[in-house]
């Protein structure tokens, strides 16, 4: 990936999976090396993912880019699709005592020691929440009976966890592919009353948020994430956009979006999206939207592209993501270095 920052550019923001990362999820060594020289010369890395902030914790730990006031602090963050910003500091470069009271802190209290997420161990800290638009919760329980009665396990994101109800293996297969994408294994909190498969109906209704009241309680997802087989993504999808939004394809009840790798399906808030996630950053951080460089490769990456300066495809991307890019690399995620 040969990044140019000519003219004006003054930030690039980088999807992770399909982009930035590899076909087994990694961030290359060189690649590594190149962000950081383009850190070196001043400018701005960022990233923009579909990942909880927890999720992209091994990436950011591996770059270790020191804060910068051209960011106003630590590393830029768009996560969860859209849904919250972060400036995010490895403790290398940090004198802050991370509030006591704030629920990533007693999350991290909560954990042993030896746990290996970089949020977890607080090798990284959140400097500041720059945005956070979660799902309200009528949105959060119409979402969960759809998955319920379509049989699938859904995802619940609230702070650095991912909430879970496993009814049957396959529902636990799909969370663990899941958490071996993303390493986020550390991250999945499972909501079933015992260790063994619940499959008695009383234990999910509508009063209980179909098993997940215990998420819920903690607060609303930044972001659910249905879980389904590959061959059902296209069937789930259009499911989930009718039942959220009607007959109109883009309505704005929700946010519904395929996924990719495509075995799942993402519910946001209305008008949450990579572009919009973008754009709030830019305005925290004071670098405006035709100084950014975008890449990308999936459907949740259009409007990203759309809004950057200049959007760039990479050569594996989704052709609906192509037809919108100011450019298509010559390489796949595989192939950059």
């Known amino acids: 990936m040969t990044i140019s920052t000519e003219r004006k550019y003054r930030m690039v923001a980088l999807d992770l999976d399909g982009t930035l990362l590899n076909?087994?999820?990694?961030?290359?060594?060189?690649?590594?090396?190149?962000?950081?020289?383009l850190h070196d010369r001043g400018i701005i890395v960022a990233i923009a993912t579909g990942r909880s902030a927890a999720c992209t914790a091994h990436i950011i730990d591996k770059l270790k880019?020191?804060?910068?006031p051209a960011a106003k602090g630590g590393f830029p963050l768009v996560c969860t699709n859209g849904a919250r910003g972060?400036?995010?500091?490895?403790?290398?470069?940090?004198?802050?005592?991370?509030?006591?009271?704030?629920?990533?802190?007693?999350?991290?209290?909560d954990e042993s020691s030896t746990v290996s997420n970089p949020f977890l161990n607080e090798t990284l800290i959140i400097d500041a929440e720059l945005f956070h638009t979660p799902l309200d919760m009528t949105l959060t329980k119409k979402t969960l009976g759809l998955a319920y009665r379509l049989g699938c396990v859904t995802?619940?994101?609230?702070?650095?966890?991912?909430?879970?109800?496993?009814?049957?293996?396959?529902?636990?297969?799909?969370?663990?592919?899941?958490?071996?994408?993303?390493?986020?294994?550390?991250l999945y909190r499972y909501l079933n009353p015992s260790d063994q498969y619940q499959e008695n109906e009383s234990l999910y209704t509508e009063e209980n948020y179909f098993g997940y009241q215990e998420a819920v309680n903690n607060g609303p997802p930044s972001k659910l994430l249905i879980v389904c087989d590959?061959?059902?993504?296209?069937?789930?999808?259009?499911?989930?956009?009718?039942?959220?939004?009607?007959?109109?394809?883009?309505?704005?009840?929700?946010?519904?979006?395929?996924?990719?790798?495509?075995?799942?399906?993402?519910?946001?808030?209305?008008?949450?999206?990579?572009?919009?996630?973008?754009?709030?950053?830019?305005q925290e951080i004071g670098v405006p939207l035709d100084e950014v460089i975008a890449f990308g490769d999936g459907d949740n990456d259009i409007e990203f592209l759309e809004l950057a300066g200049k959007g760039i495809a990479m050569k594996n991307a989704r052709d609906t993501l192509k037809a919108v890019a100011d450019e298509v690399t010559e390489w796949t995620n595989d192939e950059v270095s």
């Open 23 to 37: 076909s087994n999820h990694e961030l290359a060594d060189e690649m590594a090396a190149y962000l950081r020289r």
């Open 65 to 68: 880019l020191p804060p910068t």
């Open 86 to 109: 972060l400036r995010v500091l490895h403790k290398a470069y940090s004198t802050i005592e991370v509030c006591s009271t704030c629920d990533e802190k007693k999350v991290a209290k």
């Open 155 to 186: 995802n619940y994101y609230q702070n650095h966890h991912i909430y879970a109800v496993v009814r049957n293996d396959n529902h636990l297969k799909f969370t663990q592919r899941y958490a071996k994408l993303t390493g986020s294994s550390e």
């Open 230 to 282: 590959t061959e059902r993504i296209d069937e789930i999808t259009k499911i989930v956009n009718k039942e959220l939004n009607g007959d109109q394809a883009n309505g704005t009840a929700a946010n519904v979006i395929r996924g990719s790798p495509p075995f799942f399906v993402e519910i946001l808030s209305p008008n949450v999206h990579k572009g919009h996630g973008l754009k709030q950053l830019c």
